[in-house]
DNA sequence: ACACTCAGAC
């Protein structure tokens, strides 16, 4: 067999990674299609004179092998549209060691100089993940065109490595070329990954050169202002582009999706059907992402609806995404289904399944789920642990969280910070908090705000004062803008009763200038999401749902409900405490809810914050005197009313 | 014959 390293006029470099590949290739039985010896014997190079337009001549082994032993033996003469060919081929499975073995063969024949196939290689290089191999092909080049920068400030756009794209780009500038749009593309593309500044600057030469209304071009745009989370001028490019295609629809409507505005995701979907394009599977993951940040179940369904439509098969690329949404819009029954119907599970499957229970306080469950995905052979990884760990901590389920903590130690997965920060709130809410305590002294890292957080929310919750103000010095030190802790060691002092505490701790926050996030709940209800706010006066049935509230107030008061003023942080009387109570947001969505759907049906509310303790027994309540089952979804679970009882068991 | 845009979930 004749060898073509046998006079390599090629750096030594590649020569040695040419022997090794090509001795990879023939030792390796697995890999290696077919033998080349074997396959090739017997023929001669004319015999072989009219497969080189045999258009089966590359399918008959997919990466080019097959070919070059045809070369090698002499069989066949190559030219430069062949060798584009074997470099597109590689370049399409991602071969990149036989992509070097092409590479190889050119600069053993007559067409190493020529640009075209010179950015064949370019190109293999870059899309097969090597960019540095790319830029010093480019580099030795004596002649660069067009085609040549292109590729290579593609290699590091697409590659992670932006600011080499944009060096690029400049000293392409410098040498007198004139970017055109597949350019301005890839430029774009790192320009968005580098900051709005200089994704604002490579607008800028879009619209001088002439290329800003490119549909390519423009979809960057899109993408790069959505990034930067300025939707407004996202549109207006958007709306500019006479020509559209579903990159750039997907572009828009992912940038919303980021930004929970889920309403606009789902008209912008709508819209994009109705104007002929093929909603894909990215676009569902998207839309669905964006009903899953806000709880949109409704929507979500609709949107549902359509992918059920177009048949498109329920992978997990999009079931997941499904199944999770489900899971946060509070129908643990619809995410089953999605589940039981997924065309293939993969472990994220089973890790949004598993959270998807933990969420609804169904520990029990998640453990079971959890042998079911072990019994069939599915390997957890650090995820699956965090979602049974979470799920133990919010059951209650101490034992149980204990043994899979040195479980996933056993299985030889790492722990990592937020498997500590739910060990913590494991053993804190179970009441352990001396455990707790020492668990944090001898965690091998070292303990961050999310640590002391969760001590801190055991400690208001098993009113325990003294250590509750140590683990909230410990979360003023590392991350001192956070409200939430300041507001919870408020209460820890204010439910012992000692108020001058409590607003010597609110003071603290007001002089260091942290603000609280405004409590507020929201309901869908037909496609609408109303918003409520404590003490907001904005909706326009608001007097409407006050005097509903009043009166539900006053009938769950006759059946036990006593308002609990503990937690109202303002230091004022009684009777204004309880007014300010009443006001709370979820009480005024509940409020909503029964005043506008219909008797017996579920009521969905959600919350940006966790829901205090007199709503909590307000809802237990309400839930009973109505006969309805109330789910409310708070930062990280729901609370399922049901008949004067909630599915947390009052242990959240 | 060679170069471009988006991109889900725990």
């Known amino acids: 067999m004749k060898r073509y390293i046998t006079n390599p006029p090629f750096s030594d470099s590649i020569l040695k990674t040419v ?33 080189i337009q045999d258009k089966d001549l590359l399918r008959k082994t997919p990466n080019g092998l097959y070919v070059l032993g045809l070369i090698d033996n002499g069989a066949m003469d190559p030219n430069a549209t062949l060798y584009n060919q074997l470099l597109k081929r590689c370049t399409q ?46 580099d030795e080049m004596a002649e660069r065109d067009m085609v040549s920068w292109t590729a290579v400030i593609t290699g590091f756009s697409q590659n992670d490595r932006a600011q080499e794209a944009l060096g690029l780009f400049v000293e392409m500038l410098r040498d ?42 423009g979809s960057a745009l899109v993408d790069m202002y959505a990034k930067c989370g300025q939707m407004e001028e ?91 949404m489900y899971g946060k819009a509070g129908s643990i029954e619809d995410a089953h289904k999605v589940f039981d ?7 994220v499957s089973w890790n949004s399944m598993l959270t998807a229970c933990a969420q609804h306080g169904l520990g029990r469950e998640t453990v079971e789920c959890f042998e079911e995905m072990r019994s069939r052979g599915i390997l957890p ?52 908090l001396g455990h707790a305590e020492k668990f944090i002294k001898e965690m091998p890292i070292k303990p961050t705000a999310a640590i002391w957080k969760a001590l801190l929310g055991a400690c208001r919750m098993h009113k325990n004062i003294d250590l509750g103000a140590y683990a909230a010095e410990q979360v003023f030190e590392l991350d001192p803008y956070d409200s939430g802790p300041h507001i919870l060691l408020s209460n820890i002092y204010a439910s012992a009763g000692r108020l001058r505490d409590a607003a010597n701790v609110r003071k603290m926050m007001n002089d260091s200038g942290v603000k609280k996030e405004p409590a507020c709940s929201w309901l869908e209800i037909e496609n609408n999401v109303h918003m409520f706010v404590a003490n907001d006066d904005s909706h326009p049935q608001r007097n409407e749902v ?33 007014v300010r109570l009443q006001c709370h947001s979820e009480k005024l969505a509940l409020a909503f809810a029964l005043l506008n759907t219909p008797h017996g049906s579920t009521i969905r509310i959600k919350k940006n914050i966790r829901v205090c303790g007199d709503c909590h027994t307000a809802f237990k309540f309400v839930s009973q005197l109505v006969g309805r089952e109330i789910i409310l979804r708070d930062t990280n679970r729901f609370h399922h009313f049901r008949g004067g009882s909630c599915s947390c068991g009052d242990y959240w």
Request: charged letters at 20%.
């Open 546 to 578: 006050r005097r509903m509230w009043e009166k539900i107030a006053d009938k769950i008061r006759e059946i036990g409900y006593v308002p609990d003023t503990s937690h109202v942080l303002w230091y004022v009387d009684q009777q204004e405490r309880e």
């Open 19 to 51: 022997l090794f590949s090509s001795r990879h290739f023939a030792s390796s039985a697995a890999t290696a299609p077919l033998d080349l010896e074997d396959d090739i014997g017997g023929f001669t190079g004319a015999s072989f004179g009219g497969i």
């Open 234 to 324: 996202a549109k207006v490019v958007f709306d500019g582009l006479m020509s559209k295609n579903e990159v750039c629809w997907n572009a828009l409507i992912a940038g919303h999706a980021r930004k929970s505005e889920a309403a606009i995701a789902v008209r912008l979907f709508s819209e994009m059907k109705k104007a002929g394009f093929e909603a894909t599977h990215f676009t569902y993951s998207s839309v669905f992402a964006a009903c899953a940040s806000i709880g949109a179940l409704e929507q979500g369904k609709w949107v549902h609806g359509h992918l059920v439509k177009s048949g498109l098969k329920l992978i997990a690329f999009v079931g997941n995404t499904l199944l999770d």
């Open 381 to 432: 990884n650090e995820v699956t642990f965090l979602c049974v760990l979470t799920a133990c901590s919010h059951s209650g389920l101490l034992e149980e969280g204990l043994y899979y903590f040195e479980l996933m130690k056993k299985l030889k997965l790492e722990p990592d910070i937020s498997h500590y920060v739910t060990m913590v709130d494991l053993l804190g809410r179970a009441g352990q």
């Open 176 to 217: 007198g070329f004139v970017p055109n749009q597949f350019t301005l593309g890839s430029v774009l593309k790192a320009a968005t990954a580098v900051g709005e500044m200089e994704g604002r600057q490579i607008h800028a030469v879009c619209l001088k050169s002439g290329h800003g209304d490119d549909v390519y071009v």
């Open 93 to 138: 499975l991602g071969r990149l060691k036989e992509g070097r073995l092409v590479h190889a063969h050119v600069l053993n024949s007559s067409y190493r100089n020529y640009v075209a196939v010179q950015n064949s290689i370019i190109n293999m290089y870059a899309k097969c993940g090597s960019p540095v191999e790319a830029r010093k092909v480019f």
């Open 341 to 347: 119907r997924l065309v293939k599970r993969d472990v």
